[in-house]
Protein backbone atom coordinates (compact mmCIF):
# COMPACT_ATOMS: atom_id res chain seq x y z
CA UNK A 1 0.00 0.00 0.00
CA UNK A 2 1.26 3.32 -0.46
CA UNK A 3 1.32 6.64 1.59
CA UNK A 4 1.40 9.56 -0.43
CA UNK A 5 3.74 12.93 -0.09
CA UNK A 6 2.06 15.20 -2.04
CA UNK A 7 2.18 18.71 -3.05
CA UNK A 8 2.01 21.56 -5.35
CA UNK A 9 5.40 21.91 -6.55
CA UNK A 10 8.06 24.07 -4.61
CA UNK A 11 6.16 23.37 -1.20
CA UNK A 12 8.78 21.66 0.76
CA UNK A 13 7.97 17.66 -0.52
CA UNK A 14 11.88 17.14 -0.71
CA UNK A 15 12.20 18.38 2.46
CA UNK A 16 9.35 15.96 3.91
CA UNK A 17 10.51 13.17 1.54
CA UNK A 18 14.21 13.59 3.51
CA UNK A 19 12.38 13.49 6.70
CA UNK A 20 10.75 10.74 5.95
CA UNK A 21 13.56 8.77 4.78
CA UNK A 22 15.75 9.48 8.01
CA UNK A 23 12.62 8.24 9.94
CA UNK A 24 11.88 4.96 8.10
CA UNK A 25 15.26 3.88 6.59
CA UNK A 26 17.54 4.95 9.05
CA UNK A 27 18.21 3.54 12.86
CA UNK A 28 20.30 6.98 14.14
CA UNK A 29 18.36 9.58 12.21
CA UNK A 30 21.29 10.50 9.97
CA UNK A 31 19.83 11.51 6.71
CA UNK A 32 21.92 11.32 3.45
CA UNK A 33 21.01 11.76 -0.04
CA UNK A 34 20.79 8.44 -1.18
CA UNK A 35 17.93 7.28 1.06
CA UNK A 36 15.70 9.30 -1.24
CA UNK A 37 15.43 6.87 -3.47
CA UNK A 38 13.83 4.83 -1.18
CA UNK A 39 10.69 7.44 -2.00
CA UNK A 40 10.30 7.69 -5.92
CA UNK A 41 8.52 9.97 -8.05
CA UNK A 42 5.19 8.93 -9.38
CA UNK A 43 4.54 9.27 -12.15
CA UNK A 44 7.69 8.87 -14.23
CA UNK A 45 7.66 7.11 -17.42
CA UNK A 46 9.16 3.97 -16.14
CA UNK A 47 6.84 3.34 -14.36
CA UNK A 48 4.58 2.30 -17.17
CA UNK A 49 6.88 1.44 -19.70
CA UNK A 50 5.28 -2.12 -19.34
CA UNK A 51 1.54 -0.36 -20.52
CA UNK A 52 2.50 1.80 -22.99
CA UNK A 53 4.84 3.25 -25.54
CA UNK A 54 2.26 6.52 -25.41
CA UNK A 55 3.78 8.12 -22.54
CA UNK A 56 3.41 11.45 -23.58
CA UNK A 57 -0.25 11.22 -24.47
CA UNK A 58 -2.83 11.84 -21.13
CA UNK A 59 -5.20 10.37 -22.44
CA UNK A 60 -3.13 7.22 -22.74
CA UNK A 61 -1.90 7.24 -19.08
CA UNK A 62 -4.75 7.98 -17.80
CA UNK A 63 -5.68 4.24 -18.12
CA UNK A 64 -2.46 2.87 -16.38
CA UNK A 65 -2.38 5.29 -13.32
CA UNK A 66 -4.14 2.47 -11.44
CA UNK A 67 -2.63 -0.36 -12.94
CA UNK A 68 1.40 0.87 -12.43
CA UNK A 69 0.37 1.41 -8.47
CA UNK A 70 -0.91 -2.30 -8.42
CA UNK A 71 2.62 -3.12 -9.96
CA UNK A 72 3.96 -1.62 -7.46
CA UNK A 73 2.02 -3.08 -4.61
CA UNK A 74 2.42 -6.72 -5.67
CA UNK A 75 3.97 -7.80 -2.59
CA UNK A 76 2.05 -6.03 -0.25
CA UNK A 77 4.72 -3.99 1.43
CA UNK A 78 4.20 -0.62 2.26
CA UNK A 79 5.84 2.24 0.03
CA UNK A 80 6.13 5.89 -0.13
CA UNK A 81 5.78 7.34 -3.19
CA UNK A 82 6.47 11.59 -4.15
CA UNK A 83 3.59 12.86 -6.32
CA UNK A 84 2.65 16.71 -7.72
CA UNK A 85 0.27 15.02 -9.19
CA UNK A 86 -3.03 16.01 -8.38
CA UNK A 87 -5.55 13.74 -7.03
CA UNK A 88 -8.04 13.51 -9.65
CA UNK A 89 -10.56 11.67 -11.95
CA UNK A 90 -10.50 12.24 -15.64
CA UNK A 91 -13.49 10.40 -17.45
CA UNK A 92 -13.47 6.79 -15.32
CA UNK A 93 -10.16 6.80 -14.36
CA UNK A 94 -9.08 8.28 -10.72
CA UNK A 95 -5.50 8.90 -10.20
CA UNK A 96 -5.37 6.62 -7.63
CA UNK A 97 -7.72 4.66 -5.16
CA UNK A 98 -8.55 2.93 -2.00
CA UNK A 99 -6.88 -0.39 -2.78
CA UNK A 100 -3.52 0.91 -3.72
CA UNK A 101 -3.80 3.87 -0.94
CA UNK A 102 -3.19 3.60 2.76
CA UNK A 103 -2.66 7.11 3.64
CA UNK A 104 -1.25 10.89 2.31
CA UNK A 105 0.67 13.21 4.03
CA UNK A 106 0.19 16.65 2.17
CA UNK A 107 2.79 19.60 2.35
CA UNK A 108 1.23 23.32 1.67
CA UNK A 109 3.00 26.36 1.62
CA UNK A 110 1.94 29.63 1.60
CA UNK A 111 1.45 30.44 -1.91
CA UNK A 112 3.00 33.90 -1.97
CA UNK A 113 6.33 32.30 -0.71
CA UNK A 114 6.06 29.80 -3.49
CA UNK A 115 6.28 32.26 -6.33
CA UNK A 116 9.60 32.93 -5.86
CA UNK A 117 10.45 29.32 -5.59
CA UNK A 118 8.65 28.61 -8.85
CA UNK A 119 10.31 31.66 -11.06
CA UNK A 120 13.72 30.40 -9.70
CA UNK A 121 12.86 26.86 -10.46
CA UNK A 122 11.16 27.40 -13.62
CA UNK A 123 12.78 30.42 -15.06
CA UNK A 124 10.00 32.77 -14.85
CA UNK A 125 9.19 36.37 -14.08
CA UNK A 126 7.27 37.00 -10.87
CA UNK A 127 4.20 37.65 -13.10
CA UNK A 128 4.78 34.21 -14.99
CA UNK A 129 4.83 32.44 -11.82
CA UNK A 130 1.87 33.90 -10.30
CA UNK A 131 0.14 32.74 -13.57
CA UNK A 132 1.21 29.53 -13.17
CA UNK A 133 0.07 28.94 -9.84
CA UNK A 134 -3.41 30.40 -10.68
CA UNK A 135 -3.93 28.74 -13.86
CA UNK A 136 -4.64 24.36 -14.06
CA UNK A 137 -1.59 23.10 -16.07
CA UNK A 138 0.36 19.83 -16.61
CA UNK A 139 4.18 19.93 -16.16
CA UNK A 140 5.87 17.29 -18.50
CA UNK A 141 8.64 15.07 -17.28
CA UNK A 142 11.95 16.36 -18.70
CA UNK A 143 13.63 13.72 -21.62
CA UNK A 144 16.10 13.68 -24.01
CA UNK A 145 13.66 13.41 -26.90
CA UNK A 146 11.23 15.45 -25.53
CA UNK A 147 8.76 13.02 -24.41
CA UNK A 148 7.74 12.59 -20.51
CA UNK A 149 4.57 11.64 -19.06
CA UNK A 150 2.37 14.45 -17.50
CA UNK A 151 1.89 15.65 -14.01
CA UNK A 152 -1.51 16.93 -13.88
CA UNK A 153 -0.92 19.88 -10.93
CA UNK A 154 -3.90 22.37 -11.48
CA UNK A 155 -4.34 25.72 -9.69
CA UNK A 156 -2.64 25.58 -6.39
CA UNK A 157 -6.40 25.29 -4.76
CA UNK A 158 -7.72 22.71 -6.62
CA UNK A 159 -4.44 20.96 -6.14
CA UNK A 160 -5.36 21.25 -2.31
CA UNK A 161 -8.36 20.77 -2.81
CA UNK A 162 -7.78 17.30 -4.50
CA UNK A 163 -5.99 15.51 -1.81
CA UNK A 164 -7.66 16.95 1.51
CA UNK A 165 -11.57 16.73 0.51
CA UNK A 166 -12.95 13.10 1.40
CA UNK A 167 -9.45 12.25 3.11
CA UNK A 168 -10.10 10.02 5.87
CA UNK A 169 -6.43 9.07 6.30
CA UNK A 170 -4.44 12.51 6.09
CA UNK A 171 -2.38 14.45 7.42
CA UNK A 172 -1.26 17.89 6.46
CA UNK A 173 2.54 18.99 7.23
CA UNK A 174 2.83 23.39 6.64
CA UNK A 175 6.11 24.23 5.58
CA UNK A 176 6.21 27.11 8.18
CA UNK A 177 5.68 24.84 10.87
CA UNK A 178 8.95 23.11 9.49
CA UNK A 179 11.01 26.16 9.77
CA UNK A 180 9.54 27.02 12.94
CA UNK A 181 8.67 23.87 15.10
CA UNK A 182 11.16 21.29 13.20
CA UNK A 183 10.94 18.71 16.37
CA UNK A 184 7.26 19.00 16.68
CA UNK A 185 6.42 18.05 13.27
CA UNK A 186 8.93 15.44 13.35
CA UNK A 187 6.93 13.48 16.08
CA UNK A 188 3.87 14.30 14.47
CA UNK A 189 4.59 12.67 11.22
CA UNK A 190 6.25 9.74 12.90
CA UNK A 191 2.79 9.49 14.89
CA UNK A 192 0.91 9.42 11.50
CA UNK A 193 3.45 6.75 9.59
CA UNK A 194 3.51 4.23 12.87
CA UNK A 195 -0.18 3.74 12.30
CA UNK A 196 1.28 1.55 9.20
CA UNK A 197 4.55 0.42 10.27
CA UNK A 198 6.15 0.28 13.15
CA UNK A 199 9.16 3.03 13.20
CA UNK A 200 11.67 3.58 16.02
CA UNK A 201 11.74 7.39 17.82
CA UNK A 202 13.56 8.88 20.11
CA UNK A 203 14.35 11.87 21.39
CA UNK A 204 18.11 11.47 19.90
CA UNK A 205 16.92 10.48 16.84
CA UNK A 206 14.38 13.35 16.27
CA UNK A 207 17.54 15.52 16.93
CA UNK A 208 19.56 13.86 13.97
CA UNK A 209 16.78 14.04 11.72
CA UNK A 210 16.14 17.81 12.70
CA UNK A 211 20.18 18.62 11.94
CA UNK A 212 20.78 16.49 8.87
CA UNK A 213 17.85 17.18 7.40
CA UNK A 214 18.09 21.31 7.93
CA UNK A 215 17.92 23.39 4.88
CA UNK A 216 21.64 24.83 5.24
CA UNK A 217 22.87 20.75 5.41
CA UNK A 218 20.45 20.12 2.55
CA UNK A 219 21.79 22.94 0.78
CA UNK A 220 25.24 22.05 1.32
CA UNK A 221 24.81 18.93 0.00
CA UNK A 222 23.47 20.15 -3.36
CA UNK A 223 26.63 22.21 -3.14
CA UNK A 224 28.91 19.21 -2.64
CA UNK A 225 27.15 17.29 -5.63
CA UNK A 226 25.21 14.55 -3.66
CA UNK A 227 22.19 15.18 -4.88
CA UNK A 228 22.44 13.01 -7.78
CA UNK A 229 18.59 13.96 -8.84
CA UNK A 230 19.31 17.09 -10.03
CA UNK A 231 22.96 16.58 -10.81
CA UNK A 232 22.21 13.93 -13.61
CA UNK A 233 19.68 16.43 -15.33
CA UNK A 234 22.31 19.63 -15.16
CA UNK A 235 20.19 21.91 -13.93
CA UNK A 236 21.73 25.55 -14.57
CA UNK A 237 19.40 26.95 -10.68
CA UNK A 238 19.72 25.83 -7.39
CA UNK A 239 17.30 23.45 -5.91
CA UNK A 240 17.72 24.23 -2.68
CA UNK A 241 17.50 27.70 -3.22
CA UNK A 242 16.68 30.12 -0.61
CA UNK A 243 14.16 27.90 1.64
CA UNK A 244 13.46 30.06 5.28
CA UNK A 245 15.60 33.23 3.76
CA UNK A 246 12.77 33.01 1.53
CA UNK A 247 10.42 35.84 2.99
CA UNK A 248 7.56 37.26 0.09
CA UNK A 249 7.05 40.13 2.68
CA UNK A 250 10.64 41.19 1.21
CA UNK A 251 10.49 40.30 -2.68
CA UNK A 252 6.54 40.06 -3.59
CA UNK A 253 5.68 43.10 -5.91
CA UNK A 254 2.44 44.43 -3.92
CA UNK A 255 -0.18 44.21 -7.08
CA UNK A 256 0.95 40.33 -7.11
CA UNK A 257 0.59 39.83 -3.26
CA UNK A 258 -3.19 41.74 -3.44
CA UNK A 259 -4.09 39.71 -6.75
CA UNK A 260 -3.39 35.69 -4.97
CA UNK A 261 -4.86 37.44 -1.57
CA UNK A 262 -8.07 37.99 -3.28
CA UNK A 263 -8.22 34.90 -5.75
CA UNK A 264 -7.45 32.41 -2.70
CA UNK A 265 -8.74 34.48 0.21
CA UNK A 266 -11.48 31.33 1.61
CA UNK A 267 -8.32 28.81 1.39
CA UNK A 268 -5.45 31.25 2.53
CA UNK A 269 -7.94 32.13 6.10
CA UNK A 270 -8.20 28.10 6.46
CA UNK A 271 -4.67 27.57 6.56
CA UNK A 272 -4.35 31.11 8.78
CA UNK A 273 -1.88 32.40 6.38
CA UNK A 274 -4.53 35.91 6.38
Excluded: C
Excluded at 205 to 232: R, V
Amino acid sequence: MIIWLASYPKSGNTWVRSIVSALVYSNDGVFNMKMLSQIPQFPRSSQFKDFDNNIDDINVVKKFWIKAQEKINHDNRLYFLKTHHANIKIENYSFTNRDNTIGTIYIVRDPRNIISSISNHFGLTQKEAKSFIFSSRALKESSKDKRGIQTIIGTWEEHYNSWTKHNNNLLIVKYEDLINNIDDEIIKISKFISQFTKININDEKIKKIAETTNFKNLSDMEDLGKFDEYKEKNRKFKFFNEGPSNKWQKKLDNSIKFEIEEKYSNLMKKLDYI
